[in-house]
């Protein structure tokens, strides 16, 4: 029987021979945006989305170009800092990656740019090829509001236990069954959580996440746990349970998405 390790390994091996459609060429992204604009990445029928936000940018440049891919889907109201995304676009495209981003940025909001372009590997796409994607979730630890930090980090004016948090973390790293941390999940809920840590430091902390992928939720569901655990209303050693139990409401509730950013994805070499 194979093992999920050498079931994604045989994914990934067959992800790598995504090309672009002939006549096209590939493009690749890094793109950053203000969640508050945006009904999350994916497309919306009634909604703006950053992913149709990018793509009449580019159709302004060049008719027929594909609707571009990013390496997550995030929700309404999450940030990102630097999704890679990857474009198909006629192979007659004439200008040069190295003026893309200046002319997608002339037509784009101010809530969303284009940081940088180039062409993409062979074989590269935004999503199948990633193998692992980060986020960060920012707490103002203040007694007090911050309005620049508005809509930017989640404001929790009581005390918390870093230590308490990071020690509940480590309980939660590693390949488990994350159903108690997920919402109106219908995909398979095993997954790997690669890093979960809380850094604390004057004004504004960070809780840093890493994985391979992630279920709906997942991330707020997390961050709504430790803090839990850094408020002394849960021991450190409970989140164990909680992540056996697999039952959703024994774990905290999901903290806001203005809170959470995307910070980051790993690609092949």
Do not use: K
Request: overall charge positive.
């Amino acid at each position: 029987m194979m093992t999920a390790g050498a079931t994604l390994a045989a994914m990934h091996a067959d992800r790598s021979t995504y090309a672009p459609p002939e006549g096209f060429t590939r493009l690749r992204l890094t793109v950053a945006w203000d969640g508050a604009a945006f009904a999350g990445w994916q497309s919306q029928p009634n909604a703006p989305s950053a992913q149709d936000t990018l793509h009449h940018a580019f159709t302004a440049l060049t008719p027929g170009v594909f609707r571009p891919v990013a390496a997550g889907r995030t929700d309404a109201g999450v940030h990102a800092e630097a999704m890679p995304v990857h474009v198909d676009a006629p192979a007659d495209f004439a200008l040069p990656p190295a003026r893309l981003a200046r002319a997608l940025n002339a037509h784009l909001p101010p809530t969303l740019a284009v940081l940088d372009a180039a062409p993409a590997p062979g074989g590269f796409h935004a999503r199948f090829s990633c193998t692992e994607r980060r986020y960060v979730y920012r707490l103002l630890r203040a007694p007090q509001r911050h309005p620049l930090w508005q809509g930017r980090a989640l404001h929790v004016p009581g005390p918390l236990d870093a230590g308490a948090m990071n020690a509940a973390a480590t309980r939660l790293v590693g390949t488990h069954d994350f159903a108690a941390f997920a919402t109106q999940e219908d995909r398979q809920t095993v997954r790997e959580l690669r890093a979960l840590s809380v850094h604390p430091a004057p004004g504004v902390w960070e809780v840093r996440v890493a994985g391979e992928s992630f279920l709906r939720h997942m991330v707020r569901g997390l961050v709504g746990t430790l803090l839990l655990v850094g408020a002394g209303r849960l021991e450190p050693d409970a989140v164990a349970d909680i992540l056996a139990s697999r039952e959703r409401a024994r774990a905290g509730a999901n903290v806001p998405a203005h809170g959470l950013y995307f910070s980051g994805a790993s690609y092949p070499d």
